[in-house]
């Protein structure tokens, strides 16, 4: 999961130039019409009932235009693959699913990114699979490698935000499609035990039977990426649990070099939100500590990184600076 979602901010990020491949329409007529398309040379901007023959098909360097014009009535899922890689297979299965769940809503448009080097390289493919968007016929990055798919079908419910928010709103009709049946409801795969255990203990204010079960699902898996976030944040909580915000901010302020203080203080400011005053009141203190106190705050702060999320930009600000005091 090495790229973010989109968030469902209304501007469209331009994250890849497509001005390459735009440039086909200009080509010289009696170039090949895109995989599955309605007929040579048909447009796909505001594609009539019945133009696509499924939701999924396949684009190449040659064709691609279409469905960059398609992206006028649907957002298209674009999935650089290759058959050859056990993640992108897996992967594709998954959209696959997913976008024909949507019934029209969506189309997804596979590419082999190795036999098309010049989608791969306006993408930014830099492995397989990578994902992205068009809506409006502008490019939305979305992520690199394999997710599952309660993350794929979130990320595809982002899109449709993003659509709807400039205007896509449209709908394409496949034979043998309902475009009135209603999107199925997700079916949520249950969690891990021990997740499901941290889960109703933090429901239940039980903040140590929380931390405990999480440390054993990392001990189980240490690459459980979920488990170390949720154990940073239950940790978040356990500390501040009791304690008032008044109560906190005035330790700190009465004793700006008491390091137990500050860090109770830069808690409580992440859990408000102000992530980088807590990010910054670490790193300010961090030069004129010894060595047993900075290895405390560079645990805190690595915690701090889980719980915002490791592919926010202000985590990556923060890491680099931590990094540069380190060095």
């Given at each position: ?5 989109p968030s469902a901010a209304g501007n469209l990020r331009g994250a ?27 447009p796909a901007t505001g594609v009539p009932a019945g133009a696509l ?49 949507y019934a029209g809503r969506l189309v997804l448009v596979g590419v ?216």
């Amino acid at each position: 999961m090495s790229m973010p979602p989109p968030s469902a901010a209304g501007n469209l990020r331009g994250a890849v130039d497509l001005s390459s491949l735009v440039n086909r329409a200009n080509a010289p007529a009696g170039a090949a019409a895109a995989p599955g398309a309605a007929g040579a040379g048909a447009p796909a901007t505001g594609v009539p009932a019945g133009a696509l023959p499924s939701l999924v098909l396949q684009g190449d360097d040659a064709t691609f235009t279409q469905f960059i014009e398609l992206s006028n009535t649907v957002p298209v899922i674009v999935d650089l693959k290759a058959d050859w890689a056990e993640a992108s297979v897996e992967l594709t299965a998954v959209l696959e699913k997913v976008v024909t769940e949507y019934a029209g809503r969506l189309v997804l448009v596979g590419v082999d990114a190795q036999a098309n080097p010049q989608l791969a390289q306006a993408f930014q493919a830099q492995s397989v699979p990578t994902v992205a968007a068009l809506v409006g016929g502008r490019p939305v990055s979305l992520f690199q490698g394999g997710y599952p798919e309660e993350e794929v079908r979130a990320v595809l419910e982002q899109v449709l935000q993003l659509a709807a928010q400039n205007g896509v709103t449209g709908t394409v009709t496949v034979p043998g499609l309902d475009p009135d049946a209603p999107t199925p409801e997700p079916v949520e795969e249950p969690l891990p035990p021990h997740h499901a255990e941290a889960y109703d203990a933090i429901a239940n204010g039980d903040y140590a039977t929380a931390i405990a079960e999480y440390q054993t699902a990392i001990a189980q898996n240490p690459r459980d990426a979920l488990a170390v976030a949720g154990l940073a944040q239950v940790r978040l909580l356990d500390r501040l649990d009791g304690k008032s915000l008044d109560e906190i901010r005035a330790a700190a302020a009465s004793a700006p070099e008491d390091l137990d203080a500050q860090l109770l203080v830069a808690d409580l400011d992440l859990s408000g939100g102000h992530v980088e005053d807590a990010f910054a009141r670490l790193l300010d203190l961090f030069p004129k500590q010894d060595q047993p106190s900075k290895d405390t705050i560079r645990t805190r702060l690595l915690e701090y990184f889980e719980v915002v999320g490791t592919e926010d930009p202000r985590v990556a600000a923060a890491r680099r600076r931590l990094a540069a005091l380190l060095y």
